[in-house]
């Protein structure tokens, strides 16, 4: 099975690890409209998990995200 490695020269990859590290409140706008807020627990070439109040887990696939915002 072939891995593959984050290239953390992208933004993208330095930006959620950052979030992962602070745990901060994110909002994840979906391609499907859909809006989902929690803390990043990790990220893989494919996929991001977050967390939300109720300590419920979602694996969101990167290629759904339409965008994502921290929460102030």
Known sequence: MHT????TSL?????????VKQ?????FKLIT??????RVLWQDPQ???ITDENSQQTTIWK???AYIK???
């Not at 593959?4 to 290239?7: A, G, K, R, W």
């Not at 933004?11 to 979030?19: E, K, Y």
Request: charged share 20%.
């Open 4 to 7: 593959t490695e984050f290239d």
């Open 11 to 19: 933004p993208s990859i330095r930006q959620l690890q950052n979030l």
């Open 23 to 27: 745990t901060a409140v994110v909002e």
């Open 33 to 38: 409209g859909d809006l989902l807020t929690g």
């Open 47 to 49: 996929c991001v998990c």
């Open 63 to 65: 290629q759904a995200i």
């Open 70 to 72: 921290p929460k102030n």
